[in-house]
């Protein structure tokens, strides 16, 4: 094991022992939990709740219990434990309990699914499920390990097409080192191509019971340090100041055609170290820092770069893509601790709006692995296509030059090709061709339109 190995175990080791991390059977478990549903048919949703539990808790059970209410009627459906797995963010060096090893720290998640008949016509059905308890080593609730978790999630079953709930690649528990500047991304896609606001807000242990927070700690203000959430892009950063396993929730809330069809309620856990990795960066768009939207036009076809770099020299990378916009590709080169990743997407007609893609970056470092994340954001703007008129086609003799005419624009005028051309810019332009030569006036609007 080299240096940096070591460091890194002793201070979780250390956090272990000043923060009590229960290890033993009798110790409390729930660290996250998501319960989202798919449509499956008319009035009928596959619900799945997604549970994370600390290895070193009490076992799970093998099945939920997961209420529905709405238009005056209620029911329930048994949710089965469909898998579980262990996403302990390890190194491959360590192995964690969960998986029969010895390092002191794990991570399991667990699948559970169920189907429910949902009364017709009703605009507001609520799923929900609860469990005792969270997970005993949190610091921003008072006694965590006797508070249960509820978890609820909100449909509107009075739809012409029926709605299915965003689903998010990130787990909701993360690992960060104080001092560091963190953004976590949800990595939400949703099926039905909705728009998504995000929102911090109180984590919950029943129906619009709020948990016991501790002095000074609220659902807005979940650490030590200020956190932030981008309503838009659900970016939640932050730069912890302090050791701390935090709950954390997060409202993502759906909207279509400005109507609220749905809502997700993801109960997080953040476990701040005191640890030495330098957490991989992502940079903004063509590694311009600070730059993360970018403008185009429908019809227009776009590709930008955005670098993965990580300053500890033997650390590999690895970037996860996560979007839902049609027709767009993301590939990634390099090696080792720097990547490029390259979106390339052409948006069709009436494609006109604003879409977001996230993008996570993973080390390798050991014991815990650096994780970082960031939203990027594409602006389509409707192609005007107002129409140029041009010179007609002339004949001249060679040696002799005529002058060209772009008419009835009010924006930048650019010319191609440039050869014989005395500029390229602007409405007029004297055209000195050796050969018959055809040339192109392209109107260039400020929104990234063309004509």
């Known amino acids: 094991m080299n240096l940096k190995k070591t460091i890194l175990n002793i201070s979780f080791l250390l956090f272990v022992f000043l923060f009590g991390i229960q290890l ?4 409390s478990h729930l660290m996250g939990s998501t319960l989202s549903y798919t449509c499956t048919g008319p009035n009928q949703y596959q619900v799945t709740l997604k549970a994370y539990r600390d290895c070193g808790g009490v076992t799970m059970p093998s099945t939920f219990v997961v209420a529905y209410t709405g238009c005056g009627s209620s029911g329930s459906v048994t949710a089965a434990l469909q898998s579980s797995l ?28 169920g189907t429910v008949t949902v009364p017709s016509n009703c605009a507001s059905v609520i799923f929900s499920t609860s469990s005792c308890c969270r997970n005993g080593s949190i610091t921003n609730i008072s006694n965590p390990n006797t508070i249960g978790f509820y978890t609820s999630s909100f449909l509107n079953n009075n739809l012409t097409s029926c709605n299915s709930s965003p689903t998010f690649t990130s787990e909701p528990v993360l690992y960060a080192c104080i001092n560091q500047p963190v953004v976590f991304q949800q990595l939400a896609t949703d099926p039905d191509g909705d728009s998504l606001v995000y929102s911090l807000v109180n984590c919950l242990q029943g129906p619009a019971t709020n948990v016991p927070y501790s002095p000074g700690f609220s659902g807005v203000n979940p650490l ?13 950063s932050f730069t912890a100041t302090a050791i701390q396993v935090a709950s954390v929730n997060v409202l993502v809330e759906e909207y279509r055609a400005g109507v609220k069809v749905g809502e997700i309620v993801r109960d997080m856990q953040f476990t701040i170290l005191n640890c030495s990795n330098t957490l991989p960066q992502l940079s903004g768009i063509n590694g311009v820092s600070g730059v993360y939207s970018f403008n185009t036009c429908e019809t227009a076809p776009i590709c930008f770069n955005i670098n993965a770099s990580d300053i500890n020299a033997v650390d590999n990378l690895s970037m996860f893509y996560s979007g839902n916009i049609p027709g767009a590709t993301f590939t990634q080169t390099g090696t080792g601790n720097s990547r490029i990743g390259t979106f390339c997407w052409t948006p069709p007609i009436d494609s006109a709006g604003t879409y977001v893609f996230s993008l996570g970056v993973f080390d390798d470092a050991c014991p815990i692995i650096g994780q970082n994340s960031r939203s990027y954001t594409v602006n389509v703007n409707s192609n005007p296509n107002t129409p140029i008129s041009v010179s007609a086609d002339v004949g001249i003799c060679s040696g ?28 007029n332009t004297n055209a000195s061709p050796t050969t018959t030569r055809t040339y192109t006036a392209t109107a260039i609007y400020p929104d990234g339109c063309s004509s």
Do not use: H, R
């Not at 030590?224 to 939640?236: A, C, E, K, M, R």
């Open 24 to 27: 033993n059977s009798n110790a």
């Open 86 to 113: 262990d996403i302990s963010p390890l190194c491959p060096s360590f192995t964690s309990i969960c998986s029969g090893g010895t390092y002191p720290f794990g991570l399991e998640e667990y699948i559970y699914t």
């Open 224 to 236: 030590t340090s200020p956190v932030t959430i981008d309503p838009i892009t659900g970016d939640l």
């Open 400 to 427: 002799s030059s005529t002058t060209l005419t772009a008419t009835n624009v009010s924006t930048n005028i650019s010319w191609s090709p440039t050869i014989g051309l005395s500029t390229t810019t602007g409405i």
